[in-house]
């Protein structure tokens, strides 16, 4: 069986791949929440439970947040939320974007800014640049493989084929 990924079909295969990841960028660029879209949730911490890639936390007004470890690099936001059983804070969410989990019901909404005493601990920019530095790994990676599947594409289509001259059929490595 030949190799498909040395075929023509591994090179769409590629080109495709970069595509999508370059489209899957702009998507998750698009889906950041604006400073206007977002809405303010007050209170202390009643429960939290902590995961490798979240922290998942319910507020006094019953507000059920979740804050993923990719837009707080540097842990502080977490760290708030930890000690948020003692002071109030205030926490920027949006609410179009949810989570279910399966240690709580109901769904849990993207938290993204923390504030304490109305200063916030990492500002939306500096969250927003986090995210973009993750998903900037989707865009490089998908322009490395468009330019792979163009190049595999390009190769294949302007190299000769082992062809015979005679009935144009590929031509066998076996004497016949």
């Given at each position: 069986?030949?190799?498909?990924?040395?075929?023509?079909?591994?090179?769409?295969?590629?080109?495709?791949?970069?595509?999508?990841?370059?489209?899957?960028?702009?998507?998750?660029?698009?889906?950041?929440?604006?400073?206007?879209?977002?809405?303010?949730?007050?209170?202390?911490?009643?429960?939290?439970?902590?995961?490798?890639?979240?922290?998942?936390?319910?507020?006094?007004?019953?507000?059920?947040?979740?804050?993923?470890?990719?837009?707080?690099?540097?842990?502080?936001?977490r760290q708030?939320?930890?000690?948020?059983?003692?002071?109030?804070?205030?926490?920027?969410?949006?609410?179009?974007?949810?989570?279910?989990?399966?240690?709580?019901?109901?769904?849990?909404?993207?938290?993204?800014v923390v504030?304490?005493?109305?200063?916030?601990?990492?500002?939306?920019?500096?969250?927003?640049?986090?995210?973009?530095?993750?998903?900037?790994?989707?865009?490089?990676?998908?322009?490395?493989?468009?330019?792979?599947?163009?190049?595999?594409?390009?190769?294949?289509?302007?190299?000769?084929?082992?062809?015979?001259?005679?009935?144009?059929?590929?031509?066998?490595?076996?004497?016949?």
């Open positions: 069986m030949k190799d498909w990924f040395a075929s023509e079909r591994g090179a769409y295969f590629f080109l495709l791949l970069g595509i999508g990841l370059i489209a899957l960028f702009g998507a998750l660029e698009y889906r950041f929440p604006k400073a206007e879209q977002l809405e303010t949730a007050r209170g202390r911490v009643l429960w939290q439970q902590e995961t490798h890639g979240a922290m998942y936390f319910i507020l006094s007004d019953k507000q059920q947040l979740v804050l993923y470890t990719k837009g707080d690099p540097d842990i502080r936001q708030t939320i930890r000690d948020a059983e003692l002071y109030p804070v205030s926490v920027k969410f949006y609410r179009q974007q949810k989570a279910g989990t399966g240690f709580a019901p109901g769904d849990f909404y993207t938290a993204y504030a304490v005493g109305g200063k916030e601990v990492a500002s939306l920019d500096a969250v927003r640049s986090a995210y973009r530095r993750d998903n900037l790994t989707a865009l490089v990676l998908g322009i490395l493989a468009t330019l792979a599947g163009i190049w595999r594409v390009r190769m294949l289509k302007f190299s000769p084929s082992p062809r015979r001259a005679d009935d144009e059929t590929p031509a066998s490595r076996r004497s016949r």
